[in-house]
């Protein structure tokens, strides 16, 4: 039986059974996991409200390192900590501060799909599965979950191949989170609709981010994607 590695908040790490047609299997109801949608990797549903994760997401204590920048600069400086593998400079960059994560590290990407995707990778298995999942904050009540996903294969052409695949709408997904359970935050998933989708030699990177709680334009949601799709997954 395939099984995923998961990461607690102080680092140690543990393991989790999957059967059931792809679903994750925990000990507490890890409900809804999968939800097709829109043919883009990682997290596809709707924003809601949010839990204790925000609590701290109103002392106005982020530190803005970009003064006066417009968005585009934000979204260039921030790109280059992202790739410096430097999270908080990276968000600094765009005015928000990371008030949680998730990392996983997933050994059966089958297991962690669903639909034409998981056809494929049925026929064309993958290499390696890495996800990140962010709760950034502005300081001042509004916050974002972004994911990242890391998506490996031998060759880049299977790589360009599972691309074609995922950008067929509702054609499956793969590495689905449920927010709720790794981030502590209530009725909050992502649409899907702001992701930023890059390569990195054989594999395929997509960040993806959506409003937990507030307010925050379409352009900064799109930017915060295409930052988070530059940090290391490992």
């Not at 998933?189 to 030699?201: A, E, N, Q, V």
Request: with cysteine; charged share 25%.
């Amino acid at each position: 039986m395939p099984v995923i590695i998961r990461t607690r908040p102080d680092g140690t790490k543990y393991p989790i059974r999957v059967g059931g047609g792809g679903k994750i299997a925990v000990a507490a109801t890890f409900a809804a996991a999968v939800l097709a949608g829109g043919g883009q990797l990682g997290l596809t549903a709707t924003t809601g409200g949010a839990g204790n994760s925000v609590a701290g997401n109103l002392t106005g204590d982020v530190a803005d390192s970009l003064p006066g920048r417009d968005l585009r600069t934000r979204k260039t400086e921030g790109r280059k900590s992202a790739q410096r593998g430097r999270s908080d400079e990276a968000w600094s960059r765009m005015k928000f501060k990371e008030l949680k994560r998730n990392v996983e590290h997933r050994l059966e990407c089958v297991a962690a799909s669903t639909g034409k995707v998981r056809e494929f990778l049925l026929r064309t298995p993958c290499t390696s599965l890495d996800g990140l999942l962010f709760l950034v904050g502005d300081g001042q009540g509004n916050a974002a979950v972004v994911s990242v996903v890391r998506i490996g294969f031998r060759t880049k052409a299977q790589a360009n191949a599972f691309q074609k695949v995922e950008d067929i709408g509702e054609s499956g997904d793969v590495f689905p989170w449920n927010v709720a359970t790794a981030l502590d935050l209530a009725n909050v998933s992502m649409t899907g609709h702001h992701y930023h989708l890059r390569t990195d030699k054989t594999a395929k990177i997509i960040g993806e981010a959506d409003v937990a709680t507030g307010s925050i334009d379409k352009e900064t949601l799109l930017a915060l994607a295409e930052v988070a799709s530059y940090l290391p997954t490992k």
